[in-house]
């Protein structure tokens, strides 16, 4: 018996096999876990549904989270499927124009592209709940959804991302508020940095992610399958009594300060 054998989730937001969302569905695969997956567009179709092929055919569906049309119609297909509910739902979604990821904060953020990565980066995590709130509703379920530590510390070139971020993790809370009462627990994986697709937007993110595995206690950079055991410990009942936390999974950075020179 897996970790989450008996329960059933939709992992939205896998884009390649870097992906922190691959990490989190191949966790849950191997844990017991009955998986839907969606994809973005017609041009991300044939890749999620290879990953799927890797779940025992999993179910894929379209899902622009953009779009309230198209989030209505997902989870009037998936209750197609799923008739008596679901159990866990993963946001592993984030974006904003290039142009807002480098340059100084100030003279790149632009009024359209700070309304965008927090249409797309945190509005998304609520405008599915309220979706999938009747198909979830008494089932002791779990949202998850996915941060970074540049929503409490300013970043190089993570800029309006970073205010998108923060909005999430307040959004987490207040989720967690309105939803408890109903048996559905909320909560949020805040990452260390890994190479996906996402990331690779971000400029000079290979030195980010060398400064990070000289800074981390654990001297190294965490991997998509570390997030995905994280990620099935908080969607599991052993968590059942955590809602509306973000669990750091980042090697320890968040806690360090000023590093020295080990050879002084």
Known sequence: MGLLS?????????????SIAK?????????????????????????VEGFAAEYNNALTLPCDVASDVQIQALFERLGEHWSDG????VHA?????????????????????????????S?????????ARELMRGRNGSLLTLTYL????AITNYNVMGLAKASLEANTRYMAASLGPEGTRVNAISAGPIRTLAASGIKSFRKMLAESARQTPLQRT????????????????????????????DGGFNISGMRGDDSE
Request: proline letters at 1%; a negative charge; aromatic letters at 10%.
């Open 222 to 249: 965490v991997t998509i399958e570390e997030v995905g055991n994280a990620a099935t410990f908080l969607c599991s009942d052993w968590a059942s009594g955590i809602t509306g936390e973000i669990l750091y999974v």
């Open 23 to 47: 990490g989190i569905a191949d966790a849950f695969h191997r844990e017991g876990a009955e998986l839907a997956l969606t994809y973005q567009n017609d041009k991300l179709q044939k890749r």
């Open 6 to 18: 008996g329960k059933r989730a939709l992992v939205i937001g896998i884009a390649s096999k870097l």
């Open 150 to 153: 540049g929503s409490e510390r």
């Open 123 to 131: 509005y998304s995590f609520v405008a599915l709940a309220k979706g």
């Open 93 to 121: 979604v984030g974006f904003a124009p290039g142009d807002q990821l480098d340059g100084n904060f100030v003279d790149v953020t632009t009024r359209e592209g700070f309304a965008i990565a927090h249409d797309i980066s």
């Open 86 to 89: 679901f159990d866990i739902l």
